[in-house]
């Protein structure tokens, strides 16, 4: 059985940095998509960076040059770093991947499917 699971979120001020993690097992991971996407109550789930197979990230320009995604196959972990945080990341943080090297759209949640059961990031001032 395919699972994904995150760790990582938490609280912190405004500029400062949080790591997150998700580690997924139950199949060969490595060659595929991971994202991440973040959702707020009352909200869409939005796509903020995605990797493919080849190491390929994408982001959603919210976070450009703040967040930096990456992946350690060994270990069959993504991670997402998270600096010069503000208030508007505060949400639940979701890990997400699926059967595909490369996606068109590879921050649209139709792409994936196995996801996390999130983790939460706040942000204060």
């Known amino acids: 059985q395919v699972r994904t699971v995150e760790s990582g979120g938490g609280s912190a001020q405004v500029g400062g940095s949080l790591r997150l993690s998700c580690t997924a097992s139950?199949?060969?991971?490595?060659?595929?998509?991971m994202a991440w996407f973040r959702q707020v109550p009352g909200k869409e789930r939005e796509g903020v960076a995605a990797?493919?197979?080849?190491?390929?990230?994408t982001y959603v320009d919210s976070v450009k040059g703040r967040f930096t995604i990456s992946r350690d196959k060994a270990k069959n972990t993504a991670y997402l770093q998270l600096n010069s945080l503000k208030p508007e990341d505060s949400a639940t943080y979701y890990c997400a991947t699926g059967y595909a090297f490369k996606l068109d759209y590879p921050l649209e949640a139709a792409g994936y499917s196995y996801w996390g059961q999130g983790t939460q990031v706040t942000v204060s001032s």
């Open positions: 990797v493919d197979g080849d190491g390929s990230a």
């Open positions: 139950g199949y060969g991971f490595n060659e595929f998509v």
